[in-house]
């Protein structure tokens, strides 16, 4: 335990230095607040309160920004240690593998956690100055944190798999950006296809939930939209996403952090140092 | 009582063999140094008894358990060829972490520094360090806790003299306390000097094992004798001695260990024509040459 901690504690002045949790704070402070300032528009028509949509509105930015962040904050973490040499030296203490990855985890979701609190915080209290009335949102919104960091903690790790893989930081770069690509666009791009190919059949009843929470970022959407189902409707997931338990929705992002840290830890020992 | 020992230690990658059938102990309070030219197997035979990489083949036992396990690695410092830390952490936050991790107190980390001359510097990033600095982390942190083995490839590297010659001190304390040392270097001067015994490998095979004595002894290369002639003198000395280059003052002349003390003999025999005389035995460059030589000539036959 004290090993993790001594590599967190290390790792968090790093990601500190390297202005990581400034340029993720300011990420989300940014789109939070554009979210919410153009998001208050349609208040009166939905007869919704403000915190309310925000949340709707903030679910749809999470799903791209999160796994984002906490791709960038990730790749580097094995292929760079590679890079510069770090690694055999560490490796020769009494540390285990799965320790290192451990240490440098607590750090980078501690993070992204705070990064996704002040982008929330901000947003929130945007909603309060419009209209008091937003504390019903409240609970809305802490679940969308919560599972804003479950989401960031898959990702986190799926980051430290492909570093582990790759070995060198450029390379690792790479395959983090294109798993982003594949996995938050062309996946519900390509679901949205097949459903279309198919007309309502049998993959469209019985395939396509399945294939939509195995996808942790559409999970969490789920997760987080079937709380408010208006909003979910305003989402276009459509009728065949609304048939899934948020349950199993909720077991796939808990699943997620836990079998791609399982991987990132199985690459790891992996590399030669 | 031996701290580490090697048996038929081979490693091959792809069809090049790094090491091939390396053998040596080094016993407790022992400093053994590893010469070697470039790519001879140093640091690859050093990755591999602390577990970093695998051998081939062979047999490793570091302080009687396994390389790379975890009672080794409690007790095994290591210090790699090109030490690297984060360069966004500072000296003292890099050894407060290494303290940690081998369960010492980090409060340690300013007196490890300090020991290495680098407590001015402790509270600066290791980005703005020099590369003798860098060097400097590296050596504290081989000095955490009372390893048992050190492990050093090349540790006075980028070291300025003066740091060298405290850097060998420290090692003198160390090995006084029991630590077993293992050292590479290219630094030949400073190895014979502050080692008791010397490896030499070459083209990834051991080509000698011994301490410098023994080395002289079997290499058995020529002595220098340098004999200063009076003024006016040289010609004549040359003369009587049978042989030897001479440059007006001074005579040159080799002479096998068996001879040594004959031809010493003859020199004092020339009594007021001789000022000084001074033995030169062969250096550990030379005896280094003389081994790999051989092993060269080994290799092609
Ligand atoms: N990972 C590797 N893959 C392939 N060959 C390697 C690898 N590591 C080392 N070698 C080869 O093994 C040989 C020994 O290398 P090593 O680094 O042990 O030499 P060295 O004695 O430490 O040399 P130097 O004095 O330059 O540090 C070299 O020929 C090197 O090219
Ligand atoms: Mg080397």
């Known amino acids: 335990m004290t090993r993790i901690l001594a590599t967190a504690s290390a790792e968090a002045r790093i990601v500190l230095r390297n202005r990581w949790v400034a340029i993720a704070i300011a990420m989300m402070a940014v789109f939070s607040l554009v979210l919410s300032a153009t998001g208050s528009a349609p208040t009166g028509a939905l007869g919704a309160d403000p915190l309310s949509v925000t949340i709707a509105s903030l679910t749809s930015l999470a799903v791209y920004l999160v796994p984002l962040i906490a791709l960038l904050m990730s790749f580097d973490a094995i292929a760079g240690e590679v890079e510069r040499g770090t690694l055999p030296l560490v490796l020769t203490y009494p540390i285990r593998r799965s320790e290192i990855l451990l240490g440098k985890f607590t750090a980078h979701l501690a993070a992204l956690a705070l990064a996704v609190a002040v982008g929330y915080g901000l947003a929130a209290g945007a909603a309060f100055l419009s209209d008091a009335g937003s504390a019903a949102g409240l609970p809305a919104l802490l679940r969308l944190f919560w599972t804003s960091v479950l989401l960031g903690a898959a990702f986190l790790a799926i980051g430290y798999a492909l570093s582990a893989l790759a070995r060198r930081p450029g390379a690792a770069a790479g395959l983090v950006i294109g798993l982003w690509l594949v996995m938050i666009v062309l996946y519900d791009l390509s679901l949205l296809a097949a459903i279309v190919a198919d007309d309502g059949g049998w993959f469209t009843t019985d395939i396509f939930p399945w294939l939509l929470i195995a996808n942790p970022a559409d999970a969490f959407r789920l997760y987080n939209l079937a709380a408010s189902e208006a909003t979910a409707a305003a989402a276009g997931l459509g009728g065949a996403a609304a048939t899934i338990a948020p349950l199993h929705a909720l077991a796939s992002l808990l699943l997620w952090p836990l079998v791609a840290l399982t991987l990132a830890i199985l690459a790891f020992r992996k590399v030669t140092p | ?289 003389h081994f790999s030589r051989v092993s060269a000539d080994g290799d092609r036959q």
């Not at chain 2, 001074?250 to 096998?256: F, H, K, P, Q, Y």
Request: contains cysteine.
């Open chain 2, 1 to 289: 009582m031996t701290t580490l020992t090697l048996s038929n230690v081979t490693k091959t990658f792809g069809d090049m063999r790094a090491l091939d059938a390396v053998g040596f102990t080094v016993a407790a309070g022992e400093r053994v140094a590893l010469i070697g030219h470039n790519g001879a197997g140093k640091s690859t035979l050093m990755k591999i008894l602390l577990g970093l990489i695998q051998a081939t083949a062979g047999d490793i036992e570091v302080c009687g358990a396994a390389p790379g396990s975890d009672a080794a690695r409690q007790h095994v410092a290591y210090l790699p060829e090109n030490a690297a830390f984060h360069s966004a952490l500072t000296g003292l936050e890099t050894l407060r972490m290494y303290l940690r991790l081998r369960g010492e107190s980090p409060d340690q980390a300013m007196s490890l520094l300090d020991r290495v001359g680098l407590a001015d510097a402790a509270k600066r990033r290791i980005g703005t360090y020099s590369k003798g600095m860098r060097q400097r982390v590296g050596l504290a942190q081989a000095l955490i806790g009372h390893p048992r083995l050190l492990v050093l490839d090349e540790p006075t590297s980028g070291l300025d003299p003066v740091s060298r010659r405290d850097f060998y001190t420290m090692l003198d304390d160390l090995a006084a306390e029991g630590a077993a040392i293992l050292l590479s270097s290219h630094a030949l001067t400073e190895v014979e000097a502050r080692t008791d015994r010397i490896v030499i490998l070459s083209r990834g095979k051991l080509v000698a094992d011994d301490t410098l004595v023994g080395l002289r002894r079997r290499a058995a290369l020529p002595i220098r004798l340098q004999i200063r002639a009076r003024p006016g003198e040289a010609d004549a000395v040359a003369a009587e001695l049978a042989g030897g280059r001479q440059n007006g003052v001074t005579v040159d002349l080799t002479c096998t260990p068996e001879d040594k003390l004959l031809r010493l003999g003859q020199i004092a025999g020339l009594g007021a024509l001789v000022e000084d005389v001074d033995v030169v035995p062969p250096s550990l460059e030379d005896i280094y040459s």
